[in-house]
C-alpha cells in the first residue's frame, strides 16, 4: 500500500512521534493506522511522544570545535534539574558530534540521518534518552560552521550554557579576539553585524516610528527630520555589532576595533535557551514535586 503524506501527517498528530518513525511505521505495518500506532508504542516511541504536549523551554547551548569545524547547538528539556543532569550533558555533547561529524543540512534531517549504536537514527538515540531521562528533549536548532586558515572562531559559553555565543572572524587567527567578540555578543546582543544586513523595510518602519515619536512630542517638524536620523543612529547601535562600544573599552566601536586589528566579523550565531519559547507558570515547590513523582 502507498503510504501518503496525510497518512504520515495523520499518524503524528496521533502518536507525536518523528515523521521518519511514522512513515516507517506505517509501511511495516502496510498503512494499518491502529497497527502503526501500536507498531510505535511497542518500540518506545510512543510512549517519549506523550511528552511531546509539554513545553520544553529549558537545556544547554553547547559548542563544539574540531579544526576548521564548529557546531552550536541548543537541545531544550524541561526543567533546569534535567538541564544539569550528567545524562543531559552528555546527551547534548554526543549530538554536537554527530552534528560535527555529519553536517546535516537542517534539524529534520539531521533526526533523520543515521546513528552509530543501538539507535539507527539520531531521532532514535533522542527519543530512547527521553525514556531514560524522564522528560520532553528536543533538537531546537544548530549551526554547522567553517572556517578557512586565514579566520578564528570565537567559542564562548555563559552561566553553564545558558548562553552560548560562536563567532567567525575573518582576517585573523587570534581565537582570543574572536572570544572577546562572542563575550561582546553574549552580553549586547545585536541582531546584525552591520548596516547594511538591516533590510530597507526595518529602517523605513523605524524612522516612520521616531517620526511620530518626535511629532507627539511637540518638536517642530522643521527640526523633526534631522531629529528622527539622529535617534535613528542610536537605533543602528542597539542592533548592529559594528555600531556599539565594545564592553572591553567603551571608548571604541566594535567595527573600528577589529578594522584596527585587521579583523571583521564574517557571521555570528548567538543561542539563549528558550527565547521565544512561551514557557509554563510552575513554582519551585511544584517543579521540585513533579521531579520527585518521576
Keep these: 500500500m502507498a503510504i501518503t503524506a496525510a497518512m504520515v501527517k495523520e499518524l503524528r ?5 518523528g515523521m521518519m518513525d511514522c512513515k516507517k511505521a506505517l509501511t ?14 511497542e518500540k518506545g516511541i510512543a510512549s517519549a511522544a506523550k511528552k511531546a504536549d509539554r513545553v520544553a523551554a529549558e537545556g544547554l547551548a553547547h559548542i563544539k570545535v574540531e579544526g576548521n569545524t564548529a557546531v552550536i547547538v541548543e537541545i531544550n528539556a524541561e526543567t533546569d534539574f534535567v538541564a544539569k543532569n550528567e ?3 552528555s546527551l547534548v555533547d554526543t549530538v554536537a558530534s554527530h552534528l560535527l561529524n555529519n553536517k546535516p543540512s537542517d534539524v529534520e534531517a539531521a533526526l533523520a540521518q543515521d546513528f552509530d549504536g543501538d539507535a539507527d537514527t539520531l531521532n532514535n538515540y533522542i527519543n530512547n534518552q527521553i525514556a531514560k531521562i524522564g522528560e520532553k528533549i528536543s533538537l ?8 578557512s586558515d586565514n579566520e578564528a572562531f570565537g567559542a564562548y559559553h555563559h552561566m553553564g550554557g545558558r548562553i552560548a555565543v560562536l563567532t567567525l572572524l575573518d582576517g585573523t587567527q587570534d581565537a582570543d ?24 523595510e526595518e529602517v523605513e518602519h523605524e524612522r516612520e516610528v521616531l517620526k511620530q515619536q518626535a511629532l507627539n512630542e511637540g518638536k517642530p517638524e ?7 536620523e539622529g ?34 566579523v564574517k557571521e555570528f550565531y548567538r543561542f539563549e535557551v528558550g527565547e521565544g519559547i512561551e514557557k509554563r507558570e510552575e513554582n519551585f515547590a511544584e517543579e521540585v514535586m513533579s521531579q520527585v513523582k518521576k
Design 177 to 200: 579576539l574572536a572570544k572577546d567578540i562572542s563575550m561582546h555578543i553574549a552580553a549586547i546582543n545585536p541582531k546584525y553585524i552591520s548596516r547594511d544586513q538591516v533590510s530597507q
Design 87 to 89: 545524562n543531559f550533558i
Design 231 to 264: 535617534r535613528l543612529g542610536k537605533y543602528f547601535e542597539d542592533v548592529c555589532l559594528n555600531d556599539q562600544a565594545f564592553v572591553k573599552d567603551s571608548d571604541q566601536k566594535v567595527g573600528k576595533f577589529l578594522s584596527s586589528k585587521g579583523a571583521s
Design 222 to 228: 522643521k527640526i523633526v527630520e534631522k531629529m528622527v
Design 28 to 41: 511495516e505495518t502496510d498503512g494499518d493506522m491502529e497497527k502503526a500506532i501500536d507498531f510505535l508504542r
Design 13 to 17: 498528530e496521533k502518536t507525536g512521534a
Design 140 to 147: 531546537r536548532r544548530f549551526a554547522v560552521v567553517e572556517r
